[in-house]
C-alpha cells in the first residue's frame, strides 16, 4: 500500500514536466533539448534535496559510507533514466512515454530468471502480462500510437536504468539504511550531474536561471519538488525492501494509468494558464 502511494506524483509528472520543457523553451528558444531536460532535473532535486536536508535535522550526524555510496549509484541510475525519459518526452506524447516507461516490469523479472537460473512463475508471468495488456488500453496506447523514434527509443533505453536502480535497491545489505539519509545522498547526486550536463549544453551561462525564473515554471517546479520527487522516493527507498523486485515494478505499474487520466484536461488546463501549445490527448 504504501508503495502504491508513489505513482501519484510519478503520473502527474509526465504532463508536467512536458509543460516545463515547453515554457522553458519559450524562454530560452532555439536551445538542445538536452539543455532543457538536465536543466530542469538539476532544479527539481537541488530543491529535493534541500527539503530533505531539513527533515533530516539532526539524523545527518549518523550518515554511514555505506548509506552514501548507496544514494549515490541509486542517483546515478535513476537520474540516467530520467534523464533519457524527460528528453524523450520532447519528442513523444505523454501518454506513450507512460506506457513504455513500464518495460521494467517485463526486464526485472527477465533478469532475475537469468540470474536465479529459475522460470517466473506462472502466476507473475500472467501478472505481467495483465499489466502490460491493462496499462496499454487505460493509457489508450495501441499498435498505431508506437513507433521506434527518438522519443520512444530513449524512452525503453531510460528503463534499462530505472529497472537497474529497483533492483539495485533491494540488495540485502542495505535493508537497515536511513531511508532518509539514502534519499538525501541520491538528490543530492542527481543535482550535481545535472547541472553538469545543464551547464555544457547551455547556449549561454545566464540561460541557466532564465529558463527556470518564470512564475509557472517555478510553480510546476514546486508541484515536482515535494509530489514527485521527495515523497515517492522516501517511501520508495523506504518500504520496498519489504518486498520482492519484481512485486515492486508491478506495483509502480499504476503509474501510467494516472498520466492516461491526467492528460484528458491538464495540458488543455496548463496551456490556458501559461500560453503554451500543448493539446489535451484523448
Keep these: 500500500m504504501w508503495l502504491l502511494l508513489t505513482t501519484p506524483g510519478w503520473g502527474l509528472s509526465f504532463p508536467v514536466v512536458k509543460a516545463i520543457a515547453l515554457l522553458q523553451a519559450q524562454a530560452v528558444p532555439g536551445a538542445s533539448s538536452w539543455f532543457y531536460a538536465a536543466n530542469s532535473l538539476a532544479a527539481r532535486f537541488a530543491g529535493a534535496s534541500l527539503l530533505v536536508l531539513i ?3 539532526r539524523q545527518l550526524k549518523f550518515f554511514t559510507g555505506s548509506e552514501a555510496r548507496q544514494g549515490a549509484v541509486l542517483g546515478i541510475l535513476a537520474g540516467g533514466g530520467m534523464l533519457l525519459q524527460y528528453d ?17 516490469v517485463v526486464l ?13 512463475s506462472p502466476r507473475l508471468l500472467m501478472a505481467v502480462a495483465l499489466v502490460v495488456m491493462g496499462v496499454a488500453l487505460l493509457a489508450d496506447v ?6 521506434l523514434g527518438r522519443g520512444e527509443a530513449e524512452t525503453l533505453l531510460s528503463t534499462v536504468f530505472f529497472a537497474a536502480q529497483i533492483l539495485y535497491l533491494q540488495k540485502p545489505e542495505f535493508r537497515d539504511h536511513n531511508a532518509l539519509r539514502v534519499t538525501l545522498a541520491m538528490f543530492a547526486t542527481i543535482a550535481v550531474v545535472m547541472a553538469i550536463i545543464a551547464i555544457y549544453h547551455a547556449p549561454q551561462t545566464r540561460d541557466l536561471l ?6 509557472p515554471v517555478l510553480q510546476l517546479l514546486a508541484f515536482l519538488i515535494v509530489a514527485s520527487t521527495v515523497l515517492p522516493f522516501v517511501i520508495m527507498n523506504a518500504w520496498q525492501k519489504h518486498v520482492g523486485a519484481s512485486e515492486a515494478s508491478l506495483i509502480y505499474s499504476t503509474e501510467p494509468v494516472v498520466t492516461g487520466l491526467a492528460v484528458l484536461a491538464l495540458p488543455g488546463w496548463m496551456s490556458a494558464m501559461w500560453g503554451i501549445e500543448y493539446s ?3
Design 55 to 57: 527533515l533530516c535535522g
Design 88 to 104: 524523450g518526452l520532447s519528442y513523444t506524447s505523454a501518454s506513450v512515454s507512460a506506457f513504455l516507461t513500464q518495460f521494467y
Design 280 to 282: 489535451n490527448e484523448s
Design 142 to 147: 495501441g499498435l498505431r500510437d508506437l513507433r
Design 210 to 215: 532564465t529558463a527556470m525564473q518564470t512564475l
Design 108 to 120: 526485472i523479472p527477465l533478469f532475475l530468471a537469468l540470474w536465479e537460473r529459475r522460470a517466473p
